[in-house]
């Protein structure tokens, strides 16, 4: 009798704490669909124009619209910077308690991203018509002071018919660096796969499937009522839709 007892009031603790912490979120099987449009300014300047709408989960999406500039320093080199108007993002602090705990309404919350970036690419001699890419970039949110890291090596093989480049496919991993946010050192970890058809000089359409995981980590609110701590996972999914626009 004890026994029973004893294992109802640690389902009933289980209950609780878990009607307290954020829900494990695994296999969203999601939409993604990306424009980019590229002006040829110069030899060495590119202003480039991103649309992107991110089926996160089936009750919540992200909306983006991003200006950058880019300036090639060397053959292999270059700098950027952009800004990006962004709806919808959700965040660690956004687990409140209201009246019970529950993730806030950010659909329609807006907010104004800017960074910096640093890229790298060479052909990579042992393997033919393939590049190797790294990106390092800084980004900075402006409503909440958000900093973090983004590093993203990846690998473009191109596929040519008669002379001409047909296919790319390529592969990239991105990991995002919190710099004074979250009790992670990692906060997200993405894999992007896919394909990119030259359909003529200017439209370049692809699909891809980008897998991801990431972590909710202990909210402020949370912090102010409770000693303990959490992390919980969520997982994602992704088949996207992508047009490159080239000026």
């Known amino acids: 009798m004890i026994k029973i007892l004893t294992y109802l009031l640690f389902l009933s603790c289980v209950q609780i704490y878990a009607a ?5 979120e695994k296999n969203n099987q999601q939409a993604r669909f990306k424009v980019n449009s590229f002006y040829k300014l110069t030899d060495w300047d590119t202003l480039v124009f991103k649309g992107d709408y991110f089926k996160v989960t089936d009750d919540r999406d992200e909306k983006s619209l991003t200006f950058e500039y880019r300036h090639r320093i060397h053959n292999n080199f270059k700098i950027g910077g952009y800004g990006t108007y962004l709806v919808g993002k959700r965040y660690d602090d956004d687990w409140v308690k209201s009246p019970t705990w529950k993730w806030a309404d950010t659909q329609s919350r807006s907010e104004f991203l ?9 052909l990579i001699s042992f393997v033919k018509n393939s590049i190797f890419e790294l990106r390092y970039t800084n980004e900075h949110n402006s409503r909440n002071s958000h900093n973090h890291s983004i590093l993203r090596p990846g690998f473009t093989k191109v596929f040519f018919n008669q002379g001409k480049a047909l296919i790319n496919y390529y592969f990239q991993y991105e990991l995002i660096i919190p710099t004074n946010y979250s009790d992670e050192t990692i906060s997200e970890q993405w894999i992007y796969t896919g394909f990119t058809w030259h359909l003529s000089r200017r439209f370049k ?5 980008q897998k991801g995981v990431g972590k909710w980590t202990t909210s ?5 009522s409770h000693t303990d701590t ?7 999914t992704v088949l996207g839709i992508s047009l490159n626009i080239y000026l």
Do not use: L
């Open 205 to 209: 359409p692809g699909v891809f499937v």
């Open 230 to 236: 959490y992390s919980q996972d969520h997982k994602y």
């Open 20 to 24: 307290h912490v954020p829900p494990i």
């Open 220 to 224: 402020d609110e949370y912090s102010r």
């Open 114 to 122: 800017i960074g910096a970036n640093v890229s790298y690419k060479k």
